[in-house]
């Protein structure tokens, strides 16, 4: 509910249809395609940045942008429209070994994301990903995103077209993956506005004219995702190793091009046009996928998302973490008097569900958040609002939601899950990240990791089971590294919180990808802190919680029949307020 006509991204709005906090696929989604770093923090859409290039030496060298779309082309023609089979499904993890998929470029390619995925977010969805991110950083348009595919779990059928194949052998190819020729003939021209051929790997194509230094023949003369790959085709001027080449019978890109007299490619012969066929081909190429999958909506990006909404332990100070992503053009300066608050309920005690009080807290810390190369085309930034609120265990946080004043005289805007309020899913168990423990050793040339995860469970619970489900899918085999479950065990060694009792767990892999759920089973219902990444063990950091900590007398909590709302009372004037009220009132937030 958006109680103000103050728009997040400067001069357009973002609809979301039907989104809900919590929405764990689409959150773990989202931050991946629009942040760009991963469950454990590692920035992999970075490595495209800018249209970087990587390869020794230099004449080798290729835009990792290419070197991803090929990735995902690649993985995706082994699909079979007759019977609906293979697709962009990873299935290019296992099939590397093929001369169809030769380079360094593609073993490179699955190795920047053989670490990212998860139960949320598969190796075949980062792929995916990891075009649209290609596309983008190269100053190519945006290519709307969906995720939900399903990894396979070995290799797919021989698909890819190769140049030494004639022209019915490519339409073929492509008829079988679900083009029309005239979409062969456009997608090819779309993926090769990227990268081009090295002499290495194709030395009948490429010729070596430097000696022993290997090189590199490109497509077109730009870097950018442009249409000079069709210009200079159209104009003669070419130098497409596809085009260009003495033996032509590996001039597959000629004769793709000209199959139907040149009609296609001069009717893409206008930047709109050709950028426009490229986002609609390219969509098609990574929503192609087994006729048993059912990708997702559209992931949008969310111009106010709340992340990291957790009870947590730090400095033996039970505190509630919670972060409000705010978007807007980076064209547009920040509000310099822009003030964002926090609310939230009591879930227990005499004040809960905003019974008379609600509590307030202001003066966050804004945190850097990275953006993707995606993000970054659409020349829109984050800022992050941060609280770190303490907090007992006798009255614990029901729901929140967030108040922003722009501090120019206009209504402030409240983000409260479209009249809902943020509702903190339980706190019969929460993940003590603080006092974790990482251990890592060598067996061999083996890099093991030992974590162990600490978990608070309600000292009054009753419980019939405490385990934490733990996964690792940093490996380039089937299925994931690792696929458990650990029962916690009671940990009196370390000093814990009041109102909580620790239980800990040991999970060791080989892998960097891991992460756990935590579970706790009471009177036959299951509570659990879900999605946890062993990076965040040991990575809260200083502490650094907002102290000024106030209450509204009225309550102002979504779905209440009260709405005004009411000035903030300072923690130190409550005695001259609530004098005559309950004695609670005269006692810390901290009790």
């Given at each position: 509910?958006?109680?103000?006509?103050?728009?997040?991204?400067?001069?357009?709005?973002?609809?979301?249809?039907?989104?809900?906090?919590?929405?764990?696929?689409?959150?773990?989604?989202?931050?991946?395609?629009?942040?760009?770093?991963?469950?454990?923090?590692?920035?992999?859409?970075?490595?495209?940045?800018?249209?970087?290039?990587?390869?020794?030496?230099?004449?080798?060298?290729?835009?990792?942008?290419?070197?991803?779309?090929?990735?995902?082309?690649?993985?995706?023609?082994?699909?079979?429209?007759?019977?609906?089979?293979?697709?962009?499904?990873?299935?290019?993890?296992?099939?590397?070994?093929?001369?169809?998929?030769?380079?360094?470029?593609?073993?490179?390619?699955?190795?920047?994301?053989?670490?990212?995925?998860?139960?949320?977010?598969?190796?075949?969805?980062?792929?995916?990903?990891?075009?649209?991110?290609?596309?983008?950083?190269?100053?190519?348009?945006?290519?709307?995103?969906?995720?939900?595919?399903?990894?396979?779990?070995?290799?797919?059928?021989?698909?890819?077209?190769?140049?030494?194949?004639?022209?019915?052998?490519?339409?073929?190819?492509?008829?079988?993956?679900?083009?029309?020729?005239?979409?062969?003939?456009?997608?090819?021209?779309?993926?090769?506005?990227?990268?081009?051929?090295?002499?290495?790997?194709?030395?009948?194509?490429?010729?070596?004219?430097?000696?022993?230094?290997?090189?590199?023949?490109?497509?077109?003369?730009?870097?950018?995702?442009?249409?000079?790959?069709?210009?200079?085709?159209?104009?003669?001027?070419?130098?497409?190793?596809?085009?260009?080449?003495?033996?032509?019978?590996?001039?597959?890109?000629?004769?793709?091009f000209s199959s139907d007299g040149n009609?296609?490619?001069?009717?893409?012969?206008?930047?709109?046009?050709?950028?426009?066929?490229?986002?609609?081909?390219?969509?098609?190429?990574?929503?192609?996928?087994?006729?048993?999958?059912?990708?997702?909506?559209?992931?949008?990006?969310?111009?106010?998302?709340?992340?990291?909404?957790?009870?947590?332990?730090?400095?033996?100070?039970?505190?509630?973490?919670?972060?409000?992503?705010?978007?807007?053009?980076?064209?547009?300066?920040?509000?310099?008097?822009?003030?964002?608050?926090?609310?939230?309920c009591d879930k227990r005690g005499q004040?809960?569900?905003?019974?008379?009080?609600?509590?307030?807290?202001?003066?966050?810390?804004?945190?850097?958040?990275?953006?993707?190369?995606?993000?970054?085309?659409?020349?829109?930034?984050?800022?992050?609002?941060?609280?770190?609120?303490?907090?007992?265990?006798?009255?614990?946080?029901?729901?929140?939601?967030?108040?922003?004043?722009?501090?120019?005289?206009?209504?402030?805007?409240?983000?409260?899950?479209?009249?809902?309020?943020?509702?903190?899913?339980?706190?019969?168990?929460?993940?003590?990240?603080?006092?974790?423990?990482?251990?890592?050793?060598?067996?061999?040339?083996?890099?093991?990791?030992?974590?162990?995860?600490?978990?608070?469970?309600?000292?009054?619970?009753?419980?019939?089971?405490?385990?934490?489900?733990?996964?690792?899918?940093?490996?380039?085999?089937?299925?994931?590294?690792?696929?458990?479950?650990?029962?916690?065990?009671?940990?009196?060694?370390?000093?814990?919180?009041?109102?909580?009792?620790?239980?800990?767990?040991?999970?060791?892999?080989?892998?960097?990808?891991?992460?756990?759920?935590?579970?706790?089973?009471?009177?036959?219902?299951?509570?659990?802190?879900?999605?946890?990444?062993?990076?965040?063990?040991?990575?809260?950091?200083?502490?650094?919680?907002?102290?000024?900590?106030?209450?509204?007398?009225?309550?102002?909590?979504?779905?209440?029949?009260?709405?005004?709302?009411?000035?903030?009372?300072?923690?130190?004037?409550?005695?001259?307020?609530?004098?005559?009220?309950?004695?609670?009132?005269?006692?810390?937030?901290?009790?």
């Amino acid at each position: 509910m958006v109680l103000s006509s103050f728009v997040v991204v400067s001069s357009f709005i973002i609809t979301i249809s039907a989104y809900t906090w919590p929405s764990p696929q689409y959150d773990a989604l989202e931050k991946l395609l629009y942040e760009g770093s991963d469950i454990s923090g590692v920035p992999i859409a970075s490595i495209t940045r800018g249209c970087a290039t990587r390869g020794q030496p230099a004449e080798q060298k290729s835009t990792v942008a290419a070197e991803w779309l090929r990735l995902a082309y690649h993985d995706m023609a082994t699909h079979n429209i007759t019977d609906g089979t293979g697709g962009l499904d990873a299935s290019i993890f296992f099939e590397l070994n093929r001369p169809e998929n030769i380079g360094a470029g593609m073993s490179d390619s699955v190795g920047d994301f053989q670490f990212s995925a998860t139960k949320y977010i598969s190796r075949a969805d980062i792929i995916a990903m990891g075009a649209v991110w290609a596309v983008a950083s190269c100053k190519g348009p945006s290519i709307p995103y969906r995720g939900g595919r399903i990894d396979a779990k070995g290799s797919g059928r021989l698909g890819v077209p190769e140049p030494q194949q004639d022209l019915a052998s490519h339409t073929e190819s492509f008829r079988l993956q679900g083009f029309l020729s005239t979409e062969m003939i456009s997608l090819v021209a779309c993926g090769h506005t990227l990268g081009g051929v090295r002499s290495l790997h194709f030395p009948n194509i490429v010729e070596d004219k430097r000696g022993n230094v290997l090189s590199t023949s490109t497509f077109d003369t730009t870097d950018a995702f442009d249409s000079a790959v069709l210009v200079e085709y159209l104009d003669s001027s070419t130098m497409n190793p596809l085009i260009r080449v003495v033996n032509t019978t590996l001039a597959s890109d000629l004769r793709i091009f000209s199959s139907d007299g040149n009609v296609t490619m001069k009717s893409l012969n206008s930047e709109s046009a050709f950028l426009q066929a490229c986002t609609t081909l390219l969509e098609k190429m990574i929503n192609t996928v087994p006729s048993n999958v059912t990708l997702t909506d559209e992931i949008k990006l969310l111009p106010a998302k709340v992340t990291d909404a957790q009870i947590t332990v730090c400095n033996s100070q039970l505190i509630f973490q919670t972060m409000l992503r705010l978007s807007h053009l980076n064209t547009v300066s920040t509000p310099k008097n822009r003030k964002v608050k926090l609310f939230w309920c009591d879930k227990r005690g005499q004040f809960k569900d905003c019974a008379s009080i609600t509590n307030v807290a202001s003066a966050p810390e804004s945190p850097p958040v990275e953006v993707s190369p995606l993000t970054e085309s659409q020349s829109t930034t984050f800022i992050a609002y941060k609280f770190s609120v303490p907090m007992s265990a006798n009255r614990s946080v029901a729901k929140f939601w967030f108040q922003v004043d722009e501090g120019d005289g206009s209504t402030p805007t409240i983000h409260d899950n479209d009249g809902r309020g943020y509702i903190l899913p339980q706190d019969e168990i929460i993940h003590a990240s603080s006092i974790g423990t990482i251990i890592s050793d060598f067996t061999g040339d083996q890099l093991n990791h030992s974590f162990i995860f600490d978990a608070g469970i309600r000292s009054e619970s009753n419980f019939t089971r405490a385990q934490i489900h733990a996964s690792d899918y940093s490996s380039r085999g089937s299925g994931p590294l690792l696929n458990t479950t650990i029962e916690l065990q009671r940990n009196a060694t370390k000093t814990f919180v009041e109102g909580y009792d620790l239980y800990t767990a040991h999970v060791a892999t080989a892998g960097g990808g891991l992460n756990v759920d935590m579970e706790v089973i009471i009177n036959g219902v299951s509570y659990a802190v879900d999605y946890i990444s062993a990076a965040t063990i040991d990575q809260l950091g200083p502490l650094s919680t907002i102290t000024n900590i106030t209450t509204s007398s009225i309550s102002t909590a979504p779905g209440t029949n009260t709405s005004s709302p009411s000035s903030a009372v300072p923690m130190h004037l409550l005695p001259l307020v609530y004098l005559a009220a309950s004695a609670v009132l005269l006692t810390s937030l901290l009790s």
